[in-house]
């Protein structure tokens, strides 16, 4: 049963599909439809203020995703946020916009050519962007895109600290912004907010254009396959009929749901899919392959002083918040952010540490501060897998953490930094003791074994469709993003990119989405 007739079908109404459904549909000659699993991003108040994020993990927001036990973890499993509704994962996130560095599109422009360059790509990232700080202090950021970027509106004291605290290592305070093409050195982070409150893509792309009478917004549906005849993608199967895309589908469910639906599709490697009873479409054996994700690990001390965050949820707090937009309630608790190198040295960072003016535990906030601890450039490397053919059966998740042993060794020395931090005149007069489960002081082995124990998830998986040239064999899509084999299908989102950034996905995937609707447009004349 045809439930619709479109010119672009959309899937997943995320970073990505929210643009793409934008940009789209701005032709008022063609007819465009976005399809979302999840409902709207509003049902739970909690989107909106940036205190209460933890709470919407597990919610009905997120697909709650979990992976298989990891080896290299001591066998534990790892939780893996994604989201679920209007905005994905920008609506779960921390906000935090880091476009990352230039070097990051070496690999790109490897892949898949000069277009793909930092210098051609900037201009993409300029037009998501509304910088809506200081203007001196946002030099580097577009003004006029849909995205509001701002620096917390109110910081904790504790970040002066901070800075203070880097410059002591010989840290530069971030002049313009980091999104210049090197974040190096400290600042402010830059946040998706307004005025205080959350500012996701839905917020950004698709409320301003949801009367637009070619635009078809479906929530609460699951797309089950990608419908390919004769070579071409015609349309998806969803569990209440078809809908028919007359010019292209274009996937942008994410790293995970994108090659879920493409191997559900049977686009994938064969023999894998043979098994499962999928008859194969097109032999693709790079699907799901080179999942790239960042991990972090927290490192906090209790502490002196007085601390904001700390039983900061109270009824005059959040009367303050909902008149004023100020106090405590706007913290994401990742107010500060470091770009730098491990060894000190000179070069584009391989560390980025975010600081949290407050001690983080499983049973809420204590009196302390600490650091996310990332290592960008893992060399691990995973796959997502089909568990059935069902498609409201999860993928299986193998990010393959710590699976290159060089791995732990960038992680050990990574949260040798942050010890660094902890000793300086700026910060070591508060420090009363490391905050479990960070040890402390100990031995690069003990160290090790903690990263094993705690290691997590920061949320930035990529490249399970990687693009890539005509002769590449693992690549998915090629420079176009159009995924090899398949006439009229397209995959956008965070699978495409072919390495991590030295910064967070959700800039560059509005920056991909940005430029695939070009691609679009220009394949249309």
Known sequence: MVVGEFDYVVVGAGSAGCVLANRLSADPDVRVALVEAGGTDLA???????????????????WAFTTVPQPELNGRTVPWPRGKGLGGSSTINFQMWVPGHRQDFEPWVEAAGDDWSWEAVAPYFRRTEAWTGDPSEGESYGVDGPLWISPPRDPDPLNAR?????AELGLKEVVGGLGGGDPTGVALTPLNQLRGARWNSADAYLRPVADRPNLTVLTDLLVHRVVVVDGRAT????GDGLLTARREVLLSAGAVGSPHLLLLSGIGHGPELRELGIEPVVDLPGVGRNLRDHMFVSAAVRASGE?????ADTPENRERYERDRLGPMTSNFAESVAFL???GGPGAPDVELIFSPVGLTDEGTVPGFGFTVIPLQPRSRGRITLASADPRDAPLIDPGYLSDEEDIRSFVAALRTAE???ATDALRPLVLGPLAPWPGEVDDE???ETVREQASTMFHPVGTCRLGRADDPRAVVDQRLRVRGVEGLRVVDAS???????????AAVAMLAERAAEFVRDARR
């Open 496 to 506: 495409v990119i072919p390495t991590l950034p030295r910064g967070h996905s959700h």
């Open 235 to 238: 349309g998806v199967e969803t």
């Open 420 to 422: 660094r931090l902890f």
């Open 307 to 311: 601390f904001r965050l700390v039983d």
């Open 446 to 448: 003990t160290l090790a």
């Open 162 to 166: 901070f800075l203070a605290a880097c």
């Open 341 to 343: 190198r491990a060894d």
């Open 44 to 62: 739970n108040p909690a989107v909106r203020v940036p205190f209460d994020l933890f709470t919407l993990f597990g919610s009905e927001l997120d």
